[in-house]
């Protein structure tokens, strides 16, 4: 299958064998790729980002717990509307899909995720999720750092690819080579000597102005991948439906790059609207319906394409929310929150017990388990990267992949 | 202070870059010739001195609610009321974009509105999350009247402004649950910033902030509407009004201070604190773009806000006659915003130009939509303007301008669900089809004006044309700001306009000097 060659050159393998000197492998981290196998190279992570900080207890629901009916009269949900998928616990009655992935053996929950001293900023909450450090004015993103340590030897400028418009702080690193869209139609460019003289005008003559530096750099970047983006997605193969929302069509688009084997080992998509202070119930309805039914056809497409067992899919959120409603029928920000692994070898059940409703830390949940170990969890038995090395520090590794 | 400026010309043309979307080598002959404090001192007080522009046709004072619910209203009235109203709601929308962008376009005083927009940005609301356009007007005057007056004036104007309390969720926050919304971006991104409160203020502020809702204008006569309608089917006015029943009047503690508080006493506390001198000040420098590593300019600006008990006019003096802000390092280095980009390149050539939908959507597809920033905090800007999709969008900008013409992928690739579809298959696919439906008449309704840009080449120069392409690249470099031009681009831009011998030499020109990377700096 030429296709696969064809990315496997791109991530660097062919390539890097046959024209790197061989005494370079011995030096430097420059073939550290070298040690894994062809399969381990092809693998692909997909974060999802829910922002605005999914209330996790209506999402993956302690529903035999009192004290979470008693905290929620109006924005809580009610025994029977509820999904149930173990003793304990229970889906959101919109997140059919994620429930059918669950009976599948396909879906991994992590439940009580947080770390210590939990800031209830979304903004200083996102970033210390997207730094995975702790420590304030961290600058570069977890992914970005992997990026750097661990694909030296990659031939990519997009090794991550992320579909909205503001960039995503995960990818965020000195030499950054993630790439950011919102819509693939725009790497359309006029033929001619326009089109010429704009290439011309984009090479990368460095300044030592900085901010212009950066910006030739990513015109450079952007012309060089307008052709690549385009044909990956003219080519796509991909046969199954996706809702005609955002969030559904960014995963198609992703779908399509990760059959197209473009030079991609990160992705990143964002559901927002998660903030939901007054008038919950509708809303988060909906978006967990956006997400379940997303996630049912992504990864029902990667499948059928036979790509599902080179993915990751992996969801996060800046917190969960207030364990008492307010008065607006919403709730506040909160602490502790649920995350969800799909594909690859996922080991399939709850990871983490149940939310303990009666410990709380003014009126919050007191997380259980640190997102970090599930990233380093990721980074290691995934991706086979040096975790400790990426995140600064050794965090315990989680039971979650077969 | 200490280092002193070298005002000239160059030094005018930043200023303008910065305050007044760009300025043409002429007006920076003109401004270099009278002293930098004079010239400040007068682009702030013309600023202040401005009449109001004209308010859009469609706002209604007092706003009437045409959605209400009474008892003898039937369900299908609903659905027809709640219909019209969700049209008209899109079509002011959009006229409003149009109409700021008209204002900013055409403005004589366009420090006015760059802070405007600086406002925009920090007391935030999301169109996305309103289900009316008149208090997106309402809040846009009010950053207007008071964007270089006084901080608190300013703060209590937009606190009690319906945006913000129907956005933050301050309307009908009731003392039993107070409503922490408001009270946590109060403190975190309007006054003092993070880092300098307690979560135990913010839960203490709400209690505060508590017995505010919207109404009717007093004496107006009202008529019930049906029981537990949800707020948009019953308010009936954007009037702010205290209900004092839900107000928790008990004593609270905020930074250190107790007393039984209500709304003033909050926001007197904030607006008078340290921090927030130093935080609006932080931004005001982000926005305008100065190079200040050890926060001198920060504090020096900190200093004019508490002395002059938050007089804005004398915060912003301080900043534009900085050594910081005209140091070499604070020049061509501030990536200019889709909004300053895309007004800036229609005053700088002269463009004969009446926004419409598809003018404003330019914008937001390069990452920045009037009235609808990203979250609460604001658009971020620098880097986090750029990546290759916005970057694309901006070197499609030509073809808005020049060809009249929407280039592919200038809206996102679908709509967000704002709503769970029912689980009924054939409900489902219905409404599905509506939506569509819906989605295709929406895009039409945006897309019927096109663009209404015409270009000139004789009006972008003050004088003739010049003949020889390097005298005229060299001059459009310099009509449009481009302070510093790689060696490559310049000759890039000769060698087209000379190879190509065109029709139009100055389009061609100006084409590509859009699509360069030192024109998206100021």
Redesign the interface.
Known sequence: MLPKIDRRKFLGVGALSATVPGFLGKTGRLLADDTKSLAERDRVLVVVQLAGGNDGLNTVIPFRDEAYHKARPKVGIAINKSLKIADDFALHPETGELRKLYDAGQLGIVTNVGYPNPNRSHFRSTEIWEAAVLEKDTLTGWIGRYFDSECRGVVSPMLGLQLGDKPAMTFAHAKCRAVTLTNPSLFQWEAGSVGQAMDRLNKVQTTGNDQLDFLQRTGNDTLTLSKRIRDALKDSKTSTEYMPFNFSQSLKVVAQMIAADVPTRVYYVSLGGFDTHSTQVGRHAGLLQELSQGLGSFIADLKSMGHLDRTLVMTFSEFGRRVAENEQQGTDHGTAGVMFLAGGPVKAGIHGGRPDLSDLDEGDLKFKTDFRSVYSTVLKEWLKADAKKVLGSEFKTLPLFV | MKAGVTWDAAAATHLMSRTNFGGTPKQAEQLAARPLKDIVAAMIDEAKAAPSPKAPAWVREPWVNTERVYPETTPAERMENHRKAGERQTRERNELRCWWLDEMIRTATPLREAMTLFWHGHFTTEAKRMFVAQPLYTQNAALRANALGNFRELLGAVTLDAAMLMY??ME???A??????FA?ELL?LFTVG??NYA?KDIKEIARALTGWTLDAPEGTKKKPTVADA?RAFCRDGLAPTFAKEKHDGGEKTIFGQTGKFGLKDVLEIVAGHPATAKFIGSKMIAFFGAVDPKNELRDRMATAFTKSKGNLADVLAVLLTSHEFFAAASR????KSPVQLLVGSCRLLNLDVTATPSLAQVTA?M?QELFNP????GW?GG??W????????R??LPEALFDGKE???????????????PADESARRDL?KR??EFDAKRREERKKDGFKVAFDSAKVFDGPVPEKAGALVDGLLARLTVV?P????RA??V??VD??SPADPVK?AC??IL????Y??S
């Open positions: 933050l969720n009908d926050s009731d039993k649950k107070p409503n922490e919304n946590r975190e993070i880092g979560e949800p061509a280095t501030l990536i597809a990452g990203p979250n609460v905090k971020p880097r986090d750029i990546s290759s999709g916005t970057l694309a969008v070197y499609h280039p592919a992928g200038f809206e996102p690739i679908a709509t967000d669900r704002n709503f769970a579809l599905l939506l569509k510093a790689r060696a490559d681009t890039t831009l060698e087209a190879k190509a061609l084409r590509l699509m360069t990377p030192e998206q700096l």
